[in-house]
Nanobody
Framework: QVQVVESGGGLVQSGGSLRLSCAAS????????MGWYRQAPGKDREFIAN?????TTNYAERGRFTISIDNDKKSVYLQMNKLRPEDTAVYYC????????WGQGTQVTVSS
């Protein structure tokens, strides 16, 4: 089985930074892509970015967020800078390896 676990969420003041981590574990033969979504209360899940093992990235919007990958650790990261209250959401990591696997999410709360 494949397990996906996010970490790094928490409370941060407006203008601050957080680095989210996501680690995949279990029996994984080949990862095609890893990425991040977020979901605020009452809203649809929103795509943020994804990345291939080769380092090819795709962003919904470039600027404050940066995605990176560590293939040896089977981990993906999301560096978030200049955070705003509207960034408050549950952030979800996914891994595609034959099928899509999701983490449980990590809460990010940005205070004004």
């Amino acid at each position: 089985q494949v397990q996906v676990v996010e970490s790094g969420g928490g409370l941060v003041q407006s203008g601050g930074s957080l680095r989210l981590s996501c680690a995949a574990s279990g029996i994984i033969y080949s990862i095609s892509i890893m990425g991040w979504y977020r979901q605020a209360p009452g809203k649809d899940r929103e795509f943020i970015a994804n990345i291939t093992p080769g380092g090819t990235t795709n962003y919904a919007e470039r600027g404050r967020f940066t995605i990176s990958i560590d293939n040896d650790k089977k981990s993906v990261y999301l560096q978030m800078n200049k955070l705003r209250p509207e960034d408050t959401a549950v952030y979800y990591c996914y891994v595609f390896s034959g099928r899509q696997y999701w983490g449980q999410g990590t809460q990010v709360t940005v205070s004004s």
